[in-house]
């Protein structure tokens, strides 16, 4: 059983699919989140949820440990039994017997000497995961969301729970500088101007911009005109805006719980773009990770050609997440004859995924711009029945500075989705709901850490909980 990031679920592997037929537009499998049977009704139903949850995810270590260490009774060789003593004459002393006799008898000591066998004690077999997942207020508040989703407790994976609480604790500096104020507010009858102001000011300091804060303010306005709101239901209504803006650019598919998934046994192409400094090569470095987890055929193209060192840094990467990459040796090549390269190497090995990582570029340099419609000819031109994606890697840091970045790149490089990075650092998480509505792009990535496995898929009923909860 493989765990398959993109459609949140486990799966065979290999196992055959349908989807070769289909665009990943329009997926013939839905997300787990679809199913609602078995959503928990009450805080006792809940913590019986989440201690199903528990045991399935310990079920799973335990058998990752039973495979990891062999039993030693398995590297034994099977032994004659001991014959009776009494039954045979002792063997001659060793002094007696002739050098053939000699040899013959080392020879015979040799083949049924018992081989030494060295095992690991067991704790150290065990994945570290196993020990970092206490039963706590982080993994209840994490089942809460999953389960919220339709998920069943054997559909869990330990590294789903990792992530929620992961993402969770990236976004804690925003959650607390709103959440506290904004029940105060919205707790206090109908908004008066000087409460709109407020959560205006809120809003605008969390990073979500003068459109989206415009929007979300006039339906807050509208909504509690004449209806008094405990502070729980104004929180739960504010999170219901901002999914429907995060979701907006999905339109109808926001409610099968899209997310962009590769289509299997065909090739899908996804180019990665954004500034110097945004995480685009270390982006790659994790959607490789992700792809090869989730049982998918993965290729690196390395077409950064003109950053010191940059292809370097990627087959480091590639030999992280297991994933070859394709590359020039030379220095200063042409990006566009990296790609057609790439593009050459996955069609004769069946690859399903190809990542390409393209130079890192400054919205206002012409040439770096022109150099990404380039490539995406030879794309379009090499591979004109792969699925096509262009992502854009945004560092959420930069808040409302990256907004223009991000306007020009959709313009010049037809970008399809976004992937917002950095989110544990010191970034506001409302400059999401920013980049959605002002640019009307999903995002489809988001990263909350350093390491390989803290960039998954997003899910905006999952960064709402954890930015409001």
């Known amino acids: 059983m493989v765990f398959n990031w993109f459609r949140r ?237 995060l979701d907006a650019p999905l339109g109808d598919r926001a409610q099968a719980g899209y997310s962009l998934i590769p289509a299997k046994n065909q090739l899908n192409i996804w180019l990665v773009t954004g500034v110097n400094g945004a995480g685009k090569t270390t982006t790659i470095g994790k959607l490789a990770h992700l792809a090869h987890q989730s049982g998918y055929r993965t290729l690196i193209a390395a077409a950064d050609t003109f950053r010191a060192a940059a292809v370097d840094q990627v087959k480091v990467w590639g030999d992280r997440a297991k994933v070859e990459v394709i590359a020039n040796p030379g220095t200063n090549t042409d990006p566009a004859a990296v790609v057609f390269d790439g593009i050459k190497a996955a069609q004769a090995r069946g690859t399903e995924l190809l990542l390409v990582d393209t130079a890192g570029r400054l919205q206002n340099k012409k040439n770096l711009m022109d150099e990404l419609s380039k490539i995406r000819r030879i794309v379009d031109k090499a591979a004109n029945q792969a699925q096509v994606e262009s992502l854009l890697v945004l560092d959420a840091t930069l808040g409302q500075n990256g907004l223009r970045q991000a306007e020009i790149f959709a313009q010049s490089a037809n970008i399809t989705g976004v992937v917002l990075t950095k989110l544990d650092g010191s970034a506001k998480g409302g400059v999401a709901i920013a980049v959605v509505q002002k640019l009307g792009l999903p995002i489809r990535f988001i990263g909350a850490g350093e390491g390989i496995q803290d960039l998954r898929p997003f899910s905006s009923y999952e960064f709402v909980e954890a930015l409001l909860s």
């Open 9 to 245: 679920k486990f799966e065979e592997q290999p196992k055959q699919e349908q989807s070769s037929q289909q665009s990943p537009e329009q997926p013939s499998e839905q997300l787990a989140g679809d199913e609602e049977s078995g959503k928990p009704e009450s805080p006792e139903d809940l913590l019986q949820w989440a201690k199903a949850a528990y045991a399935s995810i310990q079920s799973q270590k335990q058998a990752e440990v039973d495979l990891a260490v062999s039993p030693i009774a398995d590297l034994r060789p099977e032994l004659e039994p001991i014959a009776d003593p009494s039954s045979e004459q002792p063997p001659a002393p060793f002094w007696v017997l002739s050098e053939t006799e000699r040899q013959a008898r080392i020879a015979e000591l040799a083949a049924n000497a018992m081989p030494e066998v060295v095992t690991e004690p067991t704790t150290k077999s065990r994945p570290s995961s196993f020990a970092e997942l206490p039963f706590d207020q982080n993994f209840l508040w994490s089942a809460e969301v999953l389960a919220a989703q339709g998920r069943q407790p054997d559909q869990i994976s330990p590294e789903e729970i990792t992530w929620l609480k992961r993402l969770r604790q990236g976004l804690d500096k925003t959650r607390l500088n709103l959440i506290n104020q904004l029940k105060s507010l919205v707790g206090q009858g109908p908004l008066d101007a000087a409460a709109v102001e407020e959560i205006e000011a809120l809003l605008l300091q969390a990073d979500v911009g003068v459109e989206a804060t415009d929007r979300i303010v006039l339906a807050l306005q509208t909504k509690l005109k004449t209806e008094v709101l405990p502070p729980e239901e104004g929180i739960a209504f504010l999170k219901h805006l901002l999914r429907e803006i």
